[in-house]
């Protein structure tokens, strides 16, 4: 079992918010190509043809991409918000 703890610490003034914007959009579209990819991977005949541990390896990939996504959209939020 893996413990994870997310810290959430106020930067405002301390970081560039336009350039952390920047960065936190490009991560996100980043991963939303991969993602996209896994998931052509996972509807064609890959699925049919790769042994069952690789399958499932994409699957997994698939789903940490997705935290992944809907972590960098949290954070996107909140420096919107910050901006406010």
Do not use: C, H, W
């Not at 970081?15 to 952390?20: G, P, S, W």
């Amino acid at each position: 079992m893996t413990l994870s703890i997310e810290i959430l610490i106020s930067l405002q003034g301390l970081v560039d918010l336009e350039k952390e914007k920047q960065r936190i959009e490009k991560d996100l579209e980043e991963a939303q190509k991969y993602a996209v990819s896994i998931k052509n991977k996972l509807e064609s005949d890959f699925v049919k043809k790769a042994p069952k541990e690789v399958v499932d390896r994409e699957r997994t990939r698939l789903v940490e991409i997705e935290e992944k996504i809907a972590k960098l959209k949290a954070q996107q939020n909140s420096l919107n918000i910050v901006e406010k």
